[in-house]
């Protein structure tokens, strides 16, 4: 019994398969690591891309929210047509995380585009959704602020400043993202800020 002993504590024989089963676990963990950091990465673009891609769209359509803030000092006794916009900084925020909804309908068109999906299709207006398939209306937050640019009676309408931003918006990972609870981690909100045009529709 005692030599059968000594000799199991000399073999070597599976002394490799016990270190793969060692190592393996940690070399699978650091590829899907790897691989995490890459998905998150491609995230992160899409939504810095998505950002640019509505604040430029929103730059030259038809506003989300109600104008009438902006105009509502305008001088009106007598209605200085071309006369400078007053000075008072006027804001105004719809969408996540705030008291006052965006227009849904204009809100629509700019995350899902002229046909309504994400995913681009033929011959249709791209929506933000369509460069990060993540998006919904309720993840966006769009800003207005009047800053004294334009004058009184411009037709495409006052010059404000159109920041959009994300909120709530969280990466979706394919491995660890529900094993480790990464799927909770919140993408930056990326705020993308741009002059209005002409503020007429073209989405």
Known sequence: MVRRM?????AEEGATLVEGLIVFPIILLTFATF???SVAMVQWNQTVKAMQFGARM????????DMAPF???YPSNPPTQGGPVPAAAVTVVCGADSATACDQTGLNRLVFGSDGVCGPVANTRLGMCDLNGLITPANIRV???RSGLGYVGRPG???VSI????RNLTFNFFFLGALLGLNN????AHPVTITSEDLSNTI
């Open 163 to 166: 920041t959009v931003e994300t």
């Open 71 to 73: 105009t509502a000092d």
């Open 157 to 159: 309408g006052p010059v």
């Open 58 to 65: 929103l730059a030259v359509s038809d506003p989300v929210v």
């Open 143 to 145: 800003t207005y602020y």
């Open 35 to 37: 691989i995490e950091f």
């Open 6 to 10: 000594k000799m199991f504590r000399r």
């Open 185 to 188: 981690i919140t993408i930056p």
